[in-house]
């Protein structure tokens, strides 16, 4: 299954970046994200294959993904890899410079089904999954351009 996004940020595009790799700030814009916890060695100028577990508060619970680096490019694209029992989870974001203040993120989130019953979760929430991503798309907005 494949969701696919694109906005419009009025921000230039260091800051909507930040708010991408700063685990701190991600806190800001991911709804339910408790933390992130490094499982390797950890290089902020190159972390390409570096895992990660993430803890997200999944209604009156809390979750934990482990997960890696799959792709980075300093203020234009960071592809991460996400680890579920049911799932794989891979979330490219892509930015792109419009202006010196104005960028525009795409992001593409897949998931692939590892078992039956995850096929079946997949279909279901696939329209829960597209209007979560849209929440936190405006979310990592509001966060981004407050900052100017």
């Given at each position: 299954?494949?969701?696919t996004n694109q906005m419009e940020i009025q921000a230039p595009i260091e800051v909507v970046f930040s708010y991408l790799e700063d685990n701190d700030k991600q806190k800001e814009w991911m709804t339910g994200l408790e933390g992130t916890e490094y499982l390797t060695k950890f290089d902020i100028s190159n972390p390409v294959g570096v895992k990660f577990k993430q803890?997200?508060?999944?209604?009156?619970?809390?979750?934990?993904?482990?997960g890696q680096v799959t792709e980075y490019n300093k203020n234009n694209r960071i592809t991460i890899q996400m680890n579920h029992p049911s799932f794989l989870i891979n979330v490219s974001y892509h930015l792109q410079e419009i202006s010196p203040n104005s960028s525009i993120l795409y992001i593409t989130e897949e998931l692939t089904a590892k078992t039956v019953s995850g096929k079946i979760l997949s279909i279901l929430f696939r329209v829960f999954m597209k209007k979560g991503l849209e929440k936190q798309m405006k979310a990592l907005k509001q966060c981004a351009e407050k900052q100017l």
């Open positions: 299954m494949l969701i803890r997200l508060r999944e209604g009156n619970r809390i979750q934990e993904y482990e």
